[in-house]
């Protein structure tokens, strides 16, 4: 084994030389995990209670969640509540190195840093999340990003959205585009179009909000429409693919979103953009053509370079959704795997879940399960479990979920950044 | 007998969750929730809820669609793990 060079992590080592637990034992080597989201922060954790020496790199010293910032983005909830930092995983134990990895050679097992360093791994864990594509819609990049938000980051830009809406006419247009699949959180821009239409329903009962949607059908499409319909008639209207919802060109300076049909004026635009692995995955070689990277379903051992594994969002995990739940239960069994691996042993082919919960309005939630086993070299559907809320539940059924959501962001977050 | 424990300790999969088990832990965490902490429960009360949840002997709104995923036997073992510490 090489030696590692820590200059970015120094601080750490007095943590590292801790006496560790007994299932330290047979689970040789070093770890790096790149990424500190849902997924990193998760893997960091599993591996560091194993006892295996592990060093997340993650430069920002605060993590903006996703879940729930449509509700900030609504006016519901404080930018606040979204925010979390990496003392709780720090306390642990966990070695954080602030900074961003720069580059990755998968063929020495090494990561340099941005600060010049480097870290030696026996085995990799990426979990670097999203890029948005600024170069798949004419007139959308990063500066135009700036006048039409895409949110689809939180922090920043979710605050940006919010004040825009806050601040718009009060018979003003709002436009929000949504990309054809894949893209992180499936059934996000559906919920983001459903509380904004509560915001506007509330506070700016003139305005309305129109949906340019590159698909015709997309995540718990029945359960959304049949709540827009009941509380969102007149306010919400949604365009699919097949009516000419899909967006061909933005202009930022005249404020302009334009279809093959139509071009709309907007007073608010949210634009969210084709999107892909973050670049570090094409960096280190994992990424396909596609812009995402193919992963082993057992292990999530990437398909293109040994050694290293690619949890999240920026995994093509078959029939698993792009989620934080998702990412979270990916890294458990990720770093599991890597456990084994470095102990000699073979993992055995593991089952996941997930659960996505939307808001449609406060104390209406809807949600979509499922459990997903490797078959025939991807991830697929457990046959018969999973699927949605009944299209026909009560209102009780809609505010225990809406309830269970609140306390799955509070759990996972908690496990998560402690 | 401590030596045969620490061999047994060694060659097991220390690491290895029973399939499915580390999922659970995305949802049910503190007491005190909307979603039941499952601390305490022992091993035949979470894999009997798993089974009712299945047959639809218990109604829920997502633990239903979630159990059928899940055989008596992956079930019975998410069950002891999760009983005997496993997160
Ligand atoms: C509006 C919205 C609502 C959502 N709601 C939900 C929901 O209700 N439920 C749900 O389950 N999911 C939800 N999601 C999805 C969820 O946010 C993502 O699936 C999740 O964040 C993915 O985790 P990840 O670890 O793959 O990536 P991320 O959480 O994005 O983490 C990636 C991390 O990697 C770091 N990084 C990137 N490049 C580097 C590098 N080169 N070096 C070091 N670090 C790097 C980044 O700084 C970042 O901290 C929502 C998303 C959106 C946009």
């Known amino acids: 084994m090489t030696t590692i060079v820590r200059r970015a992590v120094l601080a750490g080592l007095a943590a590292a030389a801790l006496p560790r637990p007994a299932l330290a034992q047979g689970a040789h080597g070093r770890v790096v995990v790149v990424g500190g989201g849902f997924g990193g922060a998760t893997a960091a954790r599993v591996l560091h209670r194993a006892g295996v020496a592990v060093t997340l790199v993650e430069p920002a010293e605060t993590y903006w969640a996703c879940p729930f910032s449509n509700e900030v983005i609504a006016g519901l909830r404080p930018l606040s509540a979204q925010a979390f930092g990496y003392d709780g995983l720090r306390a642990s134990g966990v070695i954080v190195a602030r900074t961003k990895a720069a580059a990755i050679d998968g063929a020495a097992g090494r990561v340099r840093l941005a600060d010049g360093s480097t870290l030696d791994y026996d085995r990799l864990i ?66 983001r179009a459903s509380l904004i239409a509560y915001f506007l329903k509330t506070r700016k009962p003139r305005a309305k909000l129109i949906v340019l949607d590159a698909k015709d059908t997309f995540s718990k499409q029945k359960l ?77 051992e990437s398909r293109l370079v040994p050694r290293i594994h690619v949890v999240g969002d920026a995994a093509i995990a078959g029939a698993m959704p792009k989620s934080a739940f998702a990412a979270n239960a990916q890294a458990k069994v990720c770093a599991e795997a890597v456990i084994d691996l470095l102990a000699g042993r073979v993992p055995e082919p593991p089952k996941l879940i997930n659960t996505c919960y939307s808001l449609v309005a406060p104390g209406y939630g809807i949600s979509v399960a499922g459990v997903y086993r490797p078959d025939k070299g991807v991830l697929a559907d457990v046959e018969g479990a999973g699927g949605t809320s009944p299209v026909d539940s009560p209102d009780t059924v809609r505010r225990q979920e809406a309830a269970y959501a609140e306390d799955w962001y509070r759990t996972i977050t908690h496990a998560v950044f402690g | 007998m ?39 429960q022992s091993a035949e009360d979470i894999a009997a809820s798993l089974t009712a949840f299945r047959t639809g002997a218990r109604p829920a709104t997502v633990m239903t669609r979630i159990a059928k995923g899940f055989s008596d036997e992956e079930s019975r073992a998410i069950a002891e793990w999760i009983a005997g510490g496993g997160q």
């Open chain 1, 126 to 191: 990426l979990s670097p999340g999203i890029a948005l594509r600024f170069d798949a819609l004419p007139g959308y990049d990063a500066a135009a990003a700036e006048r039409m938000p895409h949110a689809w980051k939180a922090g920043a830009q979710t605050d940006l959205l919010a004040r825009q809406l806050a601040a718009m006419p009060d018979n003003g247009t709002v436009v929000l585009s949504v990309p054809a699949n894949p893209y992180r959180c499936p059934p996000g821009p559906y919920e």
């Open chain 1, 224 to 300: 959304f429409e049949q709540a827009w319909k009941a509380l969102y008639p007149g306010i919400l209207d949604y365009v699919p693919l097949a009516s000419g919802g899909q967006v061909t060109a933005v202009d930022p300076g005249a404020m302009t979103v334009a279809t093959d049909f139509e071009t709309y004026k907007a007073d608010v635009a949210c634009i969210i953009p084709p999107q892909r692995a973050a670049p570090i995955a094409a960096a280190a070689g994992v990424a396909d053509r596609s812009g995402w990277c193919p992963i082993d379903p057992v292990t999530f």
């Open chain 2, 2 to 40: 401590r030596s045969a424990l620490l061999l047994l300790l060694l060659a097991s999969p220390a690491a290895a969750s029973p399939p499915g088990a580390s999922s659970c832990s995305g949802c049910h965490g503190a007491p005190g929730g909307a979603v039941p902490s499952l601390a305490g």
